[in-house]
């Protein structure tokens, strides 16, 4: 039996149906979308291809020595104004300004503190804040940049809240845990913010920073450690008190 052609419709590609026929058309042009974007995407972005995003193998890194003089000479100073430049610069402020507040807020911790241990781990790390704030300065001088910090929200957001906790504990034990809290989120914060200047400074090939970067890194995870270390002989002394109130 013959079948019988119903208006409308047409046979393309053997699709007889309007709406496969409207199927197919838009997956033909889907493909081709994207394929073009793929191509596209490629011709724009090589660096996807060997996972070195943001990092130009062909780049020579740049001596930052004396980067003030060599700059003007030789188009480093192209590279520093890149938009990668300007955003490590703009978080050599930001912890710059995060160092020196918390310079101030360790103080106030070792003043509220009662365990020796703590007291005398928060006044080391102290000296090596002062220190840390002397490297970020020489960063500065490395980008030719007069130190200048800008305002951290986050690293003051930490030292209210730190401040609030210790406010709102008992002297003694819990006071310190509180302390040793509020002073782990603040070394947290700064070793997130010094991986990855690190990070930004290796990849714009600022070589001279990223070993000073990683010098503090290195510090922050050391005072990190010993932090855990003291939270957990804390610990030990507030359950000691416990069972001895009981
Ligand atoms: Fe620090």
């Not at 928060?122 to 001088?141: A, C, G, P, Y």
């Not at 005072?223 to 009981?246: W, Y």
Request: proline share 2%; with cysteine; net charge negative.
């Amino acid at each position: 039996m013959k079948a019988r052609k119903v208006k409308g419709q047409h046979s393309f590609l053997g699709c007889r149906k309007p709406v496969e026929h409207r199927r197919f058309i838009h997956g033909l042009l889907s493909s081709f979308h994207t394929s073009v974007r793929s191509i596209v995407i490629f011709v724009q972005y090589p660096h996807f291809l060997s996972g070195t995003l943001f990092i130009d193998s062909s780049r020579k890194p740049i001596d930052m020595k004396n980067s003030k003089t060599k700059a003007s000479g030789n188009g480093a100073e192209e590279e520093i104004s890149s938009k990668l430049g300007k955003l490590f610069e703009d978080g050599v402020r930001d912890i710059y300004w995060a160092e020196k507040a918390l310079l101030k807020a360790l103080g106030k911790m070792a003043k509220n503190a009662t365990s020796e241990d703590l007291i005398a781990a928060l006044e080391l790390h102290q000296t090596e804040t002062e220190d840390q704030v002397l490297r970020l300065e020489k960063i500065f001088s490395l980008l030719g940049k007069s130190p200048r910090g800008k305002k951290c929200d986050g690293m003051e957001g930490l030292i209210k809240e730190g401040e609030s906790m210790m406010d709102e504990s008992d002297e003694g034990p819990m006071r310190d845990a509180a302390i040793i809290a509020a002073a782990q989120k603040a070394e947290h914060y700064e070793i997130s913010s010094y991986g990855t200047l690190r990070t930004f400074a290796q990849t714009i090939g600022l070589n001279e920073a990223v070993s000073i970067l990683e010098e503090t890194l290195d510090e922050e995870k050391e005072t990190d450690t010993k932090l855990s270390e003291l939270a957990v002989s804390n610990v030990n002394l507030l359950a000691a008190s416990q069972s001895g109130e009981e």
